[in-house]
């Protein structure tokens, strides 16, 4: 199991804290690219936190692209923090263009010229 540890005493919010502890695991090599983690609620007990906390932070980690969820499999990780970065960055280029007026598809044509 990953080893992760919240500290309730902290202001920080406890899904940020439990984002922070299996990002750091990933970053560290203590869980590698396809391996499962354990079910919310098991790490929800081993924490002392509600189901609800570990969900948010691992969807929170999903969105990143560290995470993979599927139907049946569980929870694996997909990445590395450096392709959770890019994804980041990328999301954040796509809100940019869109609020520039630029469609999707205008933004990877833009992408393709400069690539």
Known sequence: ???????KTDPTDLYEQVAAEIRRAIADG????GERLPPAKDLA????????????????????GLLEFRRGRGISVAGTPAKGAVVQKARELVEFARHHGYR???????INEIA
């Open 30 to 33: 203590e869980a590698e690219p």
């Open 1 to 7: 199991m990953i080893p992760v540890q919240v500290d």
């Open 104 to 110: 999707i598809d205008e933004l990877i044509d833009l």
């Open 45 to 64: 007990a081993v924490l002392g936190v509600n189901t609800n906390t570990v969900l948010r932070a691992l969807r929170v980690l999903r969105e990143e």
